[in-house]
């Protein structure tokens, strides 16, 4: 069964701490992996998207990393702004759907 | 400015009765989905359209029904049928996965949150 589990839960940052929040997935074939931030309220905002392992993206503070197993949402230097959750989905070859994670709340303290 | 429109932000529904959530997009996107947020849980699939006047069920369309009429509208009721439709439901839409071989990046509206009163 396809599945995606994001973590931790919630994190606690000083401004400026960097970190990673880890999105682990099994999926049959990879067809490609999304990162949003959602803040409360609003609707999840695109972020990323990764296809195959190795790759990466930038974006600010943000940069995401794809392996085979699992991706990483690293954080450098965190403002307060950058609090929000974050959501982690996956999309199998063979369906047309998304599969998110549960998501890490981020609070950044300045 | 192209986005997804939903509407409204806030509704209440009564005991027994039907409500509309509306989405409309102006991205010109084929594809249009709704999804279910309960706290602390991930988004679930309730129903999704990949083309004028054909949608497919989710993981959880028991006590909702779509229509799609039209390419930017794609409307969700909730029926008394949903026992526990109290919830944030979220519209998004893409391009059609028959014209990508590669994932194709689902766009969100900002949600709508039903409670039952």
């Known amino acids: 069964e396809d599945q995606v589990t994001q973590s931790p839960e919630a994190l606690r940052l000083q401004e400026g701490e960097s970190s990673s929040l880890n999105c682990s997935y099994t999926v049959s074939g990879l067809r490609g992996l999304f990162w949003y931030r959602q803040d409360p309220g609003k609707g999840p905002e695109f972020l990323f998207t990764l296809y195959s392992a190795g790759e990466e993206k930038e974006k600010e503070r943000l940069k995401a990393t794809l392996t085979k197993k699992e991706s990483f949402l690293h954080i450098t230097a965190p403002k307060p702004e950058d609090s929000a959750t974050y959501l982690c989905a996956v999309q199998a070859v063979s369906s047309y759907k998304l599969i998110f994670g549960s998501g890490t709340r981020l609070l950044v303290r300045p | 400015d192209g986005g997804i429109t939903q509407s409204p932000k806030y509704l209440f529904r009564k005991e027994g009765q039907n409500v509309t959530l509306s989405c409309e997009q102006n991205?010109?996107?084929?594809?249009m989905y709704w999804y279910r947020q309960d706290p602390g849980q991930g988004l679930r699939l309730i129903y999704y359209?990949?083309?004028?006047?054909?949608?497919q069920k989710g993981d959880i369309a028991e006590g909702y029904s779509v229509s799609r009429e039209k390419k930017e509208s794609f409307p969700l009721t909730v029926t008394s049928a949903q026992k526990n439709p109290t919830a944030f439901y979220l519209c998004?839409?893409?391009?059609?996965?028959?014209?990508?071989?590669?994932?194709?990046?689902?766009?969100f509206g900002e949600g709508s949150w039903l409670t039952v009163v």
């Open positions: 998004a839409s893409s391009i059609s996965l028959r014209e990508t071989g590669n994932g194709n990046t689902i766009y």
């Open positions: 991205l010109n996107h084929d594809a």
């Open positions: 359209s990949q083309i004028v006047n054909d949608f």
